[in-house]
């Protein structure tokens, strides 16, 4: 499975991007697909995430001003980013797994995309 992310750049606070992750290879509906982040300094930090085909889990960090979603037919996964905050400035990864079990968990994680950059002008 190779996963590619696309969607992120610069943004004013307040502002909106739209991540895209295109999987390739044996994925299926119901595989778990998730977002992680890494500010510079920092660990990864768990997103959100999709699995089961409708099943949708948020980090609380960002409820409310994120969304997951996913397009099975095109084998995309997309994370919709409103009211972004400088410290939402990281990598953006997308991920994923066979299992539903520690979706937060990184480590649990078999495919992971190459990242891509958002960053978040104050």
């Known amino acids: 499975v190779q996963l590619e992310e696309s969607g992120g750049g610069l943004v004013q606070a307040g502002g909106s991007l739209r991540l895209s992750c295109a999987a390739s290879g044996r994925i299926f509906s119901s595989d778990t697909m998730a977002w992680f982040r890494q500010a510079p300094g920092k660990e990864r930090e768990f997103v959100a995430a999709s699995w089961n085909e409708d099943s949708t889990y948020v980090a609380d960090s960002v409820k409310g001003r994120f969304t997951i979603s996913r397009d099975n037919a095109k084998n995309t996964v997309y994370l919709q980013m409103n009211s972004l905050r400088p410290e939402d400035t990281a990598v953006y990864y997308c991920?994923?797994?066979?299992?539903?079990?520690?979706?937060?968990?990184?480590?649990?994680?078999?495919?992971w995309g190459q990242g891509t950059q958002v960053t978040v002008s104050s």
């Open positions: 991920a994923a797994k066979r299992n539903w079990y520690s979706i937060p968990r990184a480590d649990n994680y078999d495919y």
